[in-house]
């Protein structure tokens, strides 16, 4: 078996993180729901999910098994390595507060974006985002923030992987029109989603460079009944553009 760039991979690792995706998702499993899911045996399963447990990765409740506390201890150990988290919280509470609406901070991994830190102010709307949840880049503001700051190759790679699905009416699925819109948010300094991802959900994001580096991004989210106007065109984009200064500006003293 081999990835995107042909590196080969250890197939019994590759079933033993799929195992770990599919508790994730779903919360727990048995192990005819794995195996049958997963299309392997039934004895391959235990042989993993034995492993897991011997090791404190999986719990077993009942016939259930879910993933255990460890991972906390990792997530927090990832977390920890990001020098500018604190900074980014600090601002990011500072600016749901002052806008009522739900702020969030990203990074890219893998061709992806990556939810670090959401900070909810009194109006903000219920989010699926969780830290450590990934998106495709090209449907969300902070994702289409962080590519125009990437040399066209690294986005065209990305491209070649993970594709440009479409989610909405007003997804953005063609190549060209894609590298237009980054070359917009270049000129303007911050980028927007026209409910790109989910309708009737805006937002508008700006990207957080350091030494010319893109970092990540953070962006304002709010319904579309709301962000509408002079407000989403002019007001949110000058307080999101100032927030990422003052993160840049901070992260150097950090």
Do not use: W
């Amino acid at each position: 078996m081999a990835t995107h760039d042909g590196s080969r991979t250890v197939e019994a690792v590759q079933t033993t993180l799929d195992i770990i995706e599919l508790l994730l998702e779903r919360d727990g499993a048995g192990i005819t729901e794995i195996a049958s899911e997963l299309d392997r045996s039934k004895g391959t399963i235990h042989g993993h999910m034995a492993t897991l447990s011997q090791n404190e990765f999986v719990v077993k409740e009942g016939d259930t098994y879910r993933l255990s506390l460890r991972y906390l201890e990792l997530g927090e150990k990832v977390r920890d390595r990001l020098q500018i988290y604190d900074v980014v919280t600090e601002e990011l509470d500072d600016l749901s507060a002052s806008c009522g609406e739900l702020a969030q901070f990203a990074m890219t991994e893998h061709g992806r974006a990556v939810y670090i830190y959401k900070s909810a102010g009194e109006n903000a709307i219920q989010s699926a985002s969780s830290p450590g949840k990934r998106e495709y880049m090209h449907c969300l503001s902070l994702g289409k923030a962080m590519l125009a700051h990437m040399p066209r190759e690294r986005v065209e790679e990305i491209i070649d992987r993970h594709g440009l699905v479409g989610y909405t009416e007003n997804t953005i699925t063609d190549p060209e029109t894609l590298f237009e819109e980054l070359e917009a948010i270049r000129e303007r300094g911050y980028a927007f989603d026209r409910e790109e991802k989910i309708e009737g959900l805006r937002c508008v994001a700006a990207p957080v460079t350091t030494k010319d580096e893109i970092v990540g991004a953070i962006s304002i989210s709010g319904p579309a009944s709301r962000f509408e106007g002079d407000f989403y065109e002019e007001e949110l984009p000058s307080m999101i553009t100032r927030s990422a200064n003052v993160i840049e500006i901070n992260s150097q003293f950090s």
